[in-house]
């Protein structure tokens, strides 16, 4: 096997712990976790979360610092989030009275996990 394949793999396995931590975080803060990894041609959903009627797609990025967290959100990533959550919108119409936002959740060493709501705008 590759290195290239091992680093790829052990990047997926911390992104996927990463999710969980995520997940039992917006659980302590009130939210019901409807998916996780949530995939389709159009792109992938970290976590998609409801609590109340507001529905939300959240961007898990696990990285050394805050800083390096938020600048990992690329314009295009947000844009593949955005069409993801259209899409899964579609599917869902259960949801479709929902407002909807994207959030952030930001996992970085010694620090609890930063949970940034509504931190871009679909075509912002």
């Given at each position: 096997m ?15 712990r990463?999710e ?28 998609i ?11 898990v ?32 119409p ?31």
């Amino acid at each position: 096997m590759s290195d290239d394949a091992s680093l790829r793999r052990e990047a997926y396995s911390r992104g996927r712990r990463a999710e969980r931590l995520a997940a039992w975080w917006l659980r302590l803060k009130g939210y019901r976790i409807l998916a996780r990894g949530w995939r389709s041609r159009l792109g992938e959903i970290d976590l998609i979360a409801k609590r109340g009627s507001v529905l939300v797609f959240v961007e898990v990025k696990r990285r050394n610092e805050e800083a390096a967290a938020m600048r990992a959100i690329s314009l295009r990533q947000r844009q593949r989030i955005a069409r993801a959550a259209r899409l899964f919108l579609q599917q869902n119409p259960q949801f479709s009275l929902c407002a909807c936002r994207f959030d952030a959740l930001l996992l970085y060493p010694g620090r609890l996990p930063l949970h940034l709501p509504d931190v871009w705008r679909e075509g912002g």
